[in-house]
């Protein structure tokens, strides 16, 4: 698995590329709590490159989900592609997450460029 953050605004994004299983969940949810110590109102999780995602990777966002609504924030999946929206709509997932498209998301939300580096991120704690 491949993490990078983007923030516009409010909103911060976390792309995730390749696979998203047990062995990935740890080095995310450190990610997402160190991205969420700010309290942004707005965390995307952008998924368009996620090639594979487990119950580990499933119960992972649903952590964030639950962590984030703790702190009066709000998650949003991003540009799933169709093997995977199917995963969460089999689920009845698709009634807790909001997912989105691509598009629907930056004409929503509006979408920023300044990356910031995972390790740069991790050095601040």
Known sequence: MELKLNTSGKVKTIEISGKFDIESTEEFESIFSKVTEANPSIVAIEMSRLDYIDSSGIGSLIKSLNNLKNKKGKLILIGMKPMIQNVFKLAKLDMFF????????????????????????????
């Open 98 to 125: 909001e997912i989105l498209s691509l598009g629907d998301f930056q004409t929503k939300y509006g979408e920023g460029d300044d990356d910031a580096d995972i390790n740069d991120l991790l050095r601040k704690s």
